[in-house]
């Protein structure tokens, strides 16, 4: 195999492990905290819904993705593309709205009240659930051109306006509608990347002017909790928008080609899912809720094995003080 091509391989595989198994643990955590608590907070539940969104990003795409690179063609038929590459673009889409949807809460709960705000903060937990089903059906919506452009790989070269995902083809046959599709998607993003950039700059003003006040007012927990909720939002929109920049300069790029590189299409890959792959190791170390619960599920591990060993030593030294009777 080609040293370049065994480099990609090892960096999707990687980077595929790591987010899976990361997104996973955080909704394991998140399962248990629902059974034991019953309900979660507005900033827990879009925490675990981005998760599921960046799990279902990586499994429609860096999956299938990786199994290409390492020699496994002809995965999908015509069906089976339309079905991930839908699937991919909603998870996708759904990555940044919500990314956007928590930047946007955090703000709110943390303005000050007001005569109008007091009211929307106490709406804000009945309003989680009607979002997220706005936000599955805009981008159900949005991405609804994908499947009918969407089929298997055919033998020979790739024609024009052609998005070669390896192992499936985006054909949109002509370039007018490769550039509106891909226009339509570019809108879309930047629109909510601005939303969450002014909402995150808030974040930051309010968490300067009111440090010291918030401190000397709120001494209780739930205080410090929404700081620190507040500065996990800032750094994962920062996160995100690093990695959408990246994502959109390569992207802006592939509008303006008419055949794209193979190369150009797997880096704008690796770094579209990198922030998927990434947040959730850093959920898991920076809110507290996520972290006792794997800490639980350690220690419950660890008292196991030290009865066993205790057990067995209080057997060696009983059989010992037999033995040293008779």
Same mark, same amino acid.
């Given at each position: ?69 390492? *020699? ?6 015509? *069906? ?5 590459? %839908?699937? %991919? ?21 943390l303005a000050p009240a007001g005569p109008r705000l007091s009211d929307l903060k106490l709406m804000l937990p009945s309003l989680v659930i009607p979002t997220f089903a706005g936000l ?29 995902? *390896? ?10 509608? %490769? ?48 700081t620190r909720a507040a500065k996990t939002v800032v750094t994962l929109v920062v996160l995100y928008v690093v990695f959408f920049g990246i994502d959109n300069v390569i992207w802006i ?27 959730? %190791? ?25 009865e066993t060993k205790e057990t067995k030593e209080t057997k060696e030294t009983k059989e010992t003080k037999e033995t040293n009777d008779k």
């Amino acid at each position: 195999m080609d040293l370049c091509v065994t480099i990609k391989g090892v960096s999707f595989l990687l980077q595929t492990g790591m987010g899976i198994l990361g997104n996973t643990v955080v909704l394991l955590a998140y399962a248990q905290i629902i059974s034991v608590e019953r309900k979660l907070l507005p900033v827990d539940m879009i925490l675990c819904h981005l998760a599921f969104a960046n799990l279902m990003l990586l499994l429609t795409r860096c999956v299938p993705q990786t199994m290409t690179v390492f *020699g496994l063609p002809h995965l999908l038929n015509d *069906g089976g593309c339309k079905v991930v590459i %839908y699937a %991919y673009r909603i998870g996708r889409a759904l990555s940044v709205c919500i990314t956007c949807m928590l930047s946007v809460f955090q703000a709110v709960t943390l303005a000050p009240a007001g005569p109008r705000l007091s009211d929307l903060k106490l709406m804000l937990p009945s309003l989680v659930i009607p979002t997220f089903a706005g936000l599955w059906f805009l981008n159900m919506a949005i991405c609804i051109a994908a499947p009918f452009f969407s089929m298997a790989p055919r033998n020979g070269t790739v024609p024009a306006f052609t998005l070669n995902l *390896g192992f499936c083809h985006v054909d949109f046959r002509d370039g007018l509608s %490769y550039v509106i599709n891909g226009v339509a998607l570019s809108i879309r993003d930047f629109s909510f990347v601005a939303l969450m950039l002014v909402s995150s700059s808030y974040i930051l003003f309010l968490l300067h002017r009111h440090s010291r006040q918030v401190r000397n007012i709120r001494r209780s927990q739930g205080a410090g909790a929404e700081t620190r909720a507040a500065k996990t939002v800032v750094t994962l929109v920062v996160l995100y928008v690093v990695f959408f920049g990246i994502d959109n300069v390569i992207w802006i790029y592939m509008l303006t080609v008419a055949k794209v590189s193979p190369v150009v299409a797997d880096m704008r890959v690796f770094f579209s899912s990198f922030y998927a792959a990434l947040s959730p %190791y850093f959920i898991i170390s920076s809110n507290k809720k996520v972290k006792a619960k794997l800490v639980c599920a350690v220690d419950q591990e660890q008292p196991s094995s030290v009865e066993t060993k205790e057990t067995k030593e209080t057997k060696e030294t009983k059989e010992t003080k037999e033995t040293n009777d008779k």
